[in-house]
Nanobody
Framework: QLQLVESGGGLVQPGGSLRLSCAAS????????IGWFRQAPGKGREEVSC????????YYADSVKGRFAISRDNAKNTVHLQMNSLRAEDTGTYYC?????????????????WGQGTQVTVSS
């Protein structure tokens, strides 16, 4: 059973950067596609970025293209999300999700394994 733990969130000023990490245990990470999703207060969970099992295929939501970068290190069982040029609208709880299906598709309904989330607040 895949278990995911997110870390790296915090408070940052607009224009700043954060690097989120998703650590996997309980199963080998290379058997899962991994995605980052976020949820703002009062809103539904939305996709941010996803990466296929090998890392060869990635997806980014239009709102984060050119600012965020997803990567994975299967040997270390970790996935990272580098977030640059952060904006107030990036504020929310960021969740790491996993699916056995292979690909960079990023719909929430495909992901059945979830971490507990890490809070990102972008504010001056």
């Amino acid at each position: 059973q895949l278990q995911l733990v997110e870390s790296g969130g915090g408070l940052v000023q607009p224009g700043g950067s954060l690097r989120l990490s998703c650590a996997a245990s309980g199963s080998t990470l290379d058997s899962y596609s991994i995605g980052w999703f976020r949820q703002a207060p009062g809103k539904g969970r939305e996709e941010v970025s996803c990466i296929s099992r090998s890392g060869g295929s990635t997806y980014y939501a239009d709102s984060v293209k050119g600012r965020f970068a997803i990567s994975r290190d299967n040997a270390k069982n970790t996935v990272h999300l580098q977030m640059n040029s952060l904006r107030a609208e990036d504020t929310g709880t960021y969740y790491c999700g996993g699916t056995r299906a292979n690909g960079s598709f990023c719909q929430v309904l495909w992901y059945g394994f979830w971490g507990q989330g890490t809070q990102v607040t972008v504010s001056s």
